[in-house]
């Protein structure tokens, strides 16, 4: 059963795939070797490389709870991306490229809902398998006025579907689990994990097939309507 909003302190959200996405980073990469090293490297090798990168950000990203250790592990993964892109590069040269490469929006749904959470009095977190960065992504994105808690994995020390997250989120935003709906696009770290952690939970579907999981939405339109707004007292 869906909870109301008479049921609620807050909403929590997934990030990535769910407030936020990023530009295709291939062809900003192509661009940046280009610009800052003269290099022509083609989209294929681009692709292949970022890939590279990204397997290893996710494998590592749980060090990065401080700005020192995000540094380290940033000029690690340009290591990577280096090795990958056979062109006799050394970590310290393809940083910037990498950073020119990684560009995170937010979806045009989200402003919007966050506003109109806040506005009936719900308190609002983020809730992410990611690093201390996430706070620089929700500045970026003009995200972080509407957010009342950010907790990320690297500094909770805990991923989701572990409940040890969740229970962080709950504490951040002083309430109890059952007072809190948490929103994302993973079945299993963000509806089992929710729920695992006695938080309601609603399946965000942006694109895709319909999931056999429920409650779902397939846009963060449809939750002010689920939850009963309009209504509320």
């Not at 309430?175 to 952690?197: E, S």
Request: charged letters at 25%; aromatic letters at 4%; proline letters at 5%.
């Amino acid at each position: 059963m869906t909870p109301r909003r008479s049921d609620l302190d807050a909403v929590t959200f997934d990030a990535m795939g769910t407030i936020v996405t990023f530009a295709d980073p291939v062809p900003r990469l192509r661009r940046s070797l280009a610009h800052r090293l003269g290099l022509d490297v083609s989209l294929d090798r681009c692709h292949l490389a970022m890939q590279a990168e990204i397997r290893h950000y996710r494998a590592i990203c749980h060090r990065a709870d401080t700005r020192a250790s995000l540094a380290a592990v940033r000029v690690e993964c340009a290591g990577v991306l280096a090795d990958a892109l056979h062109a006799d590069l050394d970590a310290g040269a393809v940083l910037p490229c990498l950073t020119d490469a990684i560009t995170y929006l937010s979806y045009p749904d989200v402003a919007e809902v966050l506003a109109r959470l806040r506005g009936s009095g719900l308190r609002v977190g983020v809730v992410s398998n990611w690093d201390v960065s996430l706070h620089d992504a929700l500045e970026r994105t003009a995200l972080a006025p509407l957010v009342d808690a950010v907790i990320t994995s690297a500094e909770a020390g805990s991923s989701k579907p572990d409940a040890g997250i969740f229970e962080r989120a709950v504490e951040a935003l002083e309430t109890r689990p059952h007072r809190v709906l948490h929103v994302g696009d993973d079945p299993v770290g963000d509806i089992d994990g929710a729920r695992g952690a006695h938080l309601h939970a609603v399946l965000l579907v942006r694109g895709r097939m319909p999931a056999a999981r429920r409650p779902r939405i397939a846009t963060l339109l449809e939750l002010p309507a689920l939850l009963d707004l309009d209504h509320a007292a």
